[in-house]
């Protein structure tokens, strides 16, 4: 074995070994467009799960959201405040809001741009 054979033998090992670390990392913690790729923000959990109790339903169509961490941070900011409880769609672009009280568009607004994003439309659901 020459020396241009341990050079590529070593540059071959090199790649493997930076290939391998980003797909473990990525399996770990996600593909994400936002962010430095690190774990997603802890889930805000809903503490009232019945879903007979939020008799208001919104659809959000919201600009922005990408990814999972995208979905996992807009669902956090509305699930924060109490009454709320917010599912995202990433591949619809949607975030489906179920609320026990009536909500205001500019409230609306205010929460999605809190998160980052941009809220395009919102439409009550039967």
Same mark, same amino acid.
């Given at each position: 074995?020459?020396?241009?054979? /341990?050079?590529?033998? %070593?540059?071959?090992?090199?790649?493997?070994?930076?290939?391998?670390?980003?797909?473990?990392?990525? %399996?770990?913690?996600?593909?994400?467009?936002?962010?430095?790729?690190?774990?997603?923000?802890?889930?805000? +959990? /809903?503490?009232?799960?019945?879903?007979?109790?939020?008799?208001?339903?919104?659809?959000?169509? /919201?600009?922005?959201?990408?990814?999972?961490?995208?979905?996992?941070? %807009?669902?956090?900011?509305?699930?924060?405040?109490?009454?709320?409880?917010? /599912?995202?769609?990433?591949?619809?672009?949607? &975030? +489906?809001? &179920?609320?026990?009280?009536?909500?205001?568009?500019?409230?609306?607004?205010? &929460?999605?741009?809190?998160?980052?994003?941009?809220? %395009?439309?919102?439409?009550?659901?039967?």
């Amino acid at each position: 074995m020459n020396v241009q054979d /341990v050079l590529i033998a %070593i540059i071959l090992i090199v790649v493997m070994a930076m290939a391998i670390y980003g797909t473990v990392k990525r %399996i770990r913690f996600g593909s994400s467009c936002c962010g430095t790729k690190e774990p997603a923000a802890k889930k805000v +959990r /809903v503490k009232d799960r019945n879903k007979g109790h939020y008799p208001y339903k919104y659809v959000l169509t /919201v600009d922005g959201m990408h990814c999972s961490n995208c979905a996992r941070r %807009i669902e956090n900011t509305f699930n924060r405040t109490e009454g709320r409880w917010a /599912v995202a769609d990433v591949g619809q672009k949607q &975030l +489906r809001l &179920l609320s026990k009280h009536e909500e205001k568009e500019s409230d609306l607004i205010s &929460l999605t741009a809190q998160a980052g994003y941009t809220m %395009i439309s919102c439409h009550t659901e039967r």
